[in-house]
């Protein structure tokens, strides 16, 4: 039988359950996946430049050598000797003040965000966000009940004055913002570094307003142009959360990320962790592990950082020569994407399905906004397709944008639309502009 299924459940559901929603990404893996679509899309490393012969050879004696222990359950924590590497890597970061015994190790930097929630959040309560942020994070904040008010950027990042005036719009309306969460560095989907001065700035702002800070930090080793700027949890540490992931820079399909949480609450995360997972995988751990204690996995880093750095170029370059007039974008020191802002009048979402019909994808800006805003806007990765493909993509694109600008010119736009299009914040490219 074929068609929609009938949800028998609908009454039966938690309240938290009634409002979620499919994620934008989500939605688009099926189409991506097929060969014929270039995917500018997801926001996968490049796997293939791992030395895939040695990380096999190591997981193969991962298991005959370790198999009684990396097969078996584990420590809710994590196992002290991962925690252990992961502080050495901080380091490299600049956090030189964390003590493995405040590492908590999480199924991804996926299930940090949902313990920090789960441990902060009650129905009702307030989240500030950049606008645009993280879908991922949307979605927990969103099953945990809160409301998300946005803060707006602009190509320095996230704007203090804006901040302020958010804290002080929610206390206006006798709220109380639980916390801050931010991307300061290579942002996704912005792709936007926060700014040196505004670093501090931000960190005084919440520590006057008593406002935890949860920084999610999973592309500060995929620096370009010199290094990235000191994380938050290097200039503060009471109050900050610091969440990364070794994702983006060895292997998403292993699922190990981890938290770095002041003191008195690690105990609290790892109760929430065993109730939620009991432990994460020991095998995973024992390989992340094994990787950074074996392999010369900086060098990896390296090797990242010009396989990137060369498609952010090429992707740029593509988008200089045959994005119609009026498209504007970000120019990303590091991390993995490009946020765009379309010309007057086209609308990212509705335009998809011809996009698709074109064999390209993107994703609309409506994913990254907790109210339905950033229909002017795309994030587009350049990652994990070659450069070759990154141009075609572009190319197919620019054609689809092309016929969408010329239909507008032939029936014209209604005001109406206009206003029912309600742009969220356009990315600038040049220091200065609200991304707006």
Not at 136 to 142: C, D, I, T
Request: net charge negative.
């Amino acid at each position: 039988m074929t068609g929609t299924t009938q949800d028998d459940y609908t009454d039966r559901y938690a309240r938290r359950v009634r409002g979620m929603t499919t994620s934008e990404i989500r939605a688009l893996f099926a189409v991506t996946s097929r060969p014929e679509v270039v995917s500018l899309a997801g926001g996968s490393p490049y796997i293939a430049a791992l030395p895939l012969d040695a990380v096999g050879e190591m997981l193969n004696r991962l298991g005959s050598e370790q198999g009684t222990t990396s097969l078996q359950y584990g420590i809710g924590q994590g196992t002290i000797e991962l925690r252990e590497r992961i502080c050495d890597v901080m380091t490299l970061s600049g956090i030189h003040n964390a003590s493995p015994d405040d590492v908590v190790v999480t199924v991804g930097g996926q299930q940090a965000l949902d313990l920090l929630a789960r441990l902060f959040l009650d129905p009702g309560d307030v989240v500030l966000a950049e606008g645009p942020t993280y879908v991922g994070a949307l979605g927990v904040f969103q099953a945990a009940q809160a409301q998300v008010k946005h803060v707006v950027m602009d190509a320095d990042g996230l704007i203090p004055a804006a901040l302020e005036e958010a804290i002080a719009e929610t206390e206006r309306a006798g709220r109380k913002a639980k916390f801050l969460y931010t991307i300061p560095t290579f942002q996704n989907p912005a792709g936007v570094t926060l700014s040196e001065e505004r670093r501090e700035q931000v960190l005084d702002i919440c520590e006057r307003a008593g406002l935890l800070v949860i920084e999610d930090d999973p592309y500060g080793m995929l620096s370009f142009e010199g290094e990235a700027p000191l994380p938050l949890r290097a200039r503060r540490r009471d109050g900050v959360f610091y969440v990364s992931t070794f994702s983006k820079t060895f292997a998403p399909g292993l699922r190990v990320g981890w938290i770095l949480a002041p003191h008195a609450v690690r105990e609290k995360l790892v109760m929430m962790s065993e109730a939620n997972v009991l432990c994460p995988s020991a095998f995973a751990q024992g390989a992340v592990t094994q990787y950074l204690t074996a392999m010369p996995w900086q060098e990896q880093i390296k090797v990242y950082r010009e396989i990137y750095r060369e498609r952010r170029d090429t992707l740029l370059e593509a988008l200089a020569a045959q994005m119609p007039e009026g498209t504007t974008w970000t120019r990303p020191a590091g991390g993995l994407f490009v946020w765009a802002t379309l010309p007057e009048g086209l609308d990212s979402k509705a335009m998809m399905p011809r996009a698709i019909a074109a064999r390209v994808a993107y994703v609309p800006g409506t994913g990254f906004y907790a109210d339905g805003t950033g229909r002017g806007n795309m994030r587009l990765n350049f990652s994990f397709s070659s450069p070759e493909r990154l141009r075609e993509g572009v190319r197919r694109l620019s054609g689809v944008m092309e016929k969408e600008l010329e239909m507008r010119a032939v029936f014209g736009g209604s005001a109406a639309l206009a206003h029912q299009r309600r742009r969220g914040p356009a990315a600038a490219d040049t220091p200065g502009h609200e991304l707006a």
